[in-house]
Nanobody
Framework: QVQLVESGGGLVQAGGSLRLSCVASGIGFSINAMGWYRQAPGKQREWVAVIINGGTTNYADSVKGRFTISRENAKSTVYLQMNSLKPEDTAVYYC???????????????WGQGTQVTVSS
């Protein structure tokens, strides 16, 4: 099994910055892709950004130019640098990983527990 643990959320004023981190841990796995989703109160969970093996990244239009996703392969860690934050970015942010389980020779999807980001106006 694989566990994802996020950190770095908090309260920030509009225009400020935060960096989220997500560490994947476990035995016998490799990561195909890691990404971030978010869920605001009363809304559905939405995709934010993804980074695929090889370093290809993609972003939701709502965060493009403000957020940057990066990955530190040696530490199985993905980051989300969030700049120019807006009140509408307020949400619980979830880490997601598409993982190859080496022993089972199958791929599975995992979620972290979420970290709260609150942007005040």
């Amino acid at each position: 099994q694989v566990q994802l643990v996020e950190s770095g959320g908090g309260l920030v004023q509009a225009g400020g910055s935060l960096r989220l981190s997500c560490v994947a841990s476990g035995i016998g796995f490799s990561i195909n892709a890691m990404g971030w989703y978010r869920q605001a109160p009363g809304k559905q969970r939405e995709w934010v950004a993804v980074i695929i093996n090889g370093g290809t990244t993609n972003y939701a239009d709502s965060v493009k130019g403000r957020f940057t996703i990066s990955r530190e392969n040696a530490k199985s860690t993905v980051y989300l640098q969030m700049n120019s934050l807006k009140p509408e970015d307020t949400a619980v942010y979830y880490c997601n990983a598409d993982v190859r389980l080496l022993l089972q020779q199958t791929s599975r999807n995992y979620w972290g527990q979420g970290t709260q980001v609150t942007v005040s106006s």
